[in-house]
């Protein structure tokens, strides 16, 4: 956060301002000895004893990502325990999502591959790299976005999930939309269409941005596709481009 200090009768200072946010294991918490004068307070009262306004928007910024990251934490950790019911045929390993809390657009794809099951991270593999250049071209940074999947764990043999994968997972997915609140979410593929919005046939209906809960959602080819069908790729791009453009028009 940036703003500016006056100091009486003199020249107005730029202040930078960062929160670091760290997770402590218990409530014990022991001050320092040079730390003369300071204490440890909880949220309420912290933010009680601020006097400016664009510093307490501040700290309640950092207190929002942070409720954030409990939920979705307690969130996975709820995922992960579905893969040991019984005849569950997908891996038993989750792939979390990955990106800031608080991008505001979420990009979410179908289910993981190999390489994502290996190193639990999401489109690690060639379909994440065309994902990642794609979006580079349209102007978009991977890291600044939130990447997940409507399944996460890998389908054996690179399969499609099934119905009745989709089905268990699905209010997980929505639990993820819930709690990180995006504005915008890029829907890659049929099957993340039509979990999210009952719309299938990407193919027809690529480059359509519908309004659902106060969310533009968006949608475009998955990249597997385009890896098998190339002379498809400057269609995705073309919709990655318009939805970077609506996605920037929205911030200025
Ligand atoms: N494809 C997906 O849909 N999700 C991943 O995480 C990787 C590949």
């Known amino acids: 956060m940036r703003y500016f200090f006056y100091k009486p009768k003199k020249k107005k200072i730029l202040k930078r301002l960062k929160v670091f946010l760290s997770k402590v294991?218990?409530?014990?918490?022991?001050?320092?000895?040079?730390?003369?004068?300071?204490?440890?307070?909880?949220?309420e009262e912290a933010r009680s004893c601020i006097r400016h306004k664009n510093m307490r928007d501040m700290l309640d910024i950092a207190n929002e990502y942070a409720h954030r990251y409990e939920r979705i934490n307690a969130?996975?950790?709820?995922?992960?325990?579905i893969s040991s019911t019984k005849n569950w045929d997908l891996s038993k390993r989750l792939v979390p999502g990955e990106g800031p809390l608080d991008s505001g657009i979420m990009v979410i794809g179908q289910a993981p591959g190999k390489n994502e099951d290996?190193?639990?991270k999401p489109f690690i593999g060639r379909s994440g790299n065309l994902l990642t250049g794609m979006l580079a071209k349209a102007g978009l940074d991977r890291k600044k976005l939130y990447?997940?999947?409507?399944?996460?764990f890998f389908p054996p043999k690179n399969r499609l999930p099934t119905r009745s994968e989709v089905d268990v997972c699905r209010p997980f997915i929505k639990k993820q939309i819930e709690?990180?609140?995006?504005?915008f979410i890029i829907l890659l593929g049929n099957i993340a269409s039509m979990t999210l919005l009952g719309i299938g046939s990407v193919e027809k209906n690529h480059g359509r941005c519908i309004r659902k809960d106060d969310t533009e959602?968006?949608?475009t080819f998955h990249p597997a596709a385009i890896?098998?069908?190339?002379?498809?790729?400057?269609?995705?791009?073309?919709?990655?481009k318009k939805f970077?453009?609506?996605i920037n028009k929205h911030k200025n």
């Open 25 to 43: 294991g218990g409530t014990d918490v022991k001050i320092s000895h040079e730390h003369k004068g300071y204490v440890w307070l909880n949220f």
């Open 227 to 240: 890896l098998r069908f190339k002379d498809k790729a400057p269609l995705m791009l073309g919709d990655l």
């Open 118 to 120: 290996q190193d639990l």
């Open 179 to 183: 709690i990180l609140k995006p504005k």
């Open 147 to 152: 990447i997940t999947s409507v399944v996460q």
């Open 217 to 219: 959602y968006m949608i």
């Open 244 to 246: 970077s453009d609506i």
């Open 75 to 81: 969130l996975n950790n709820e995922y992960r325990k």
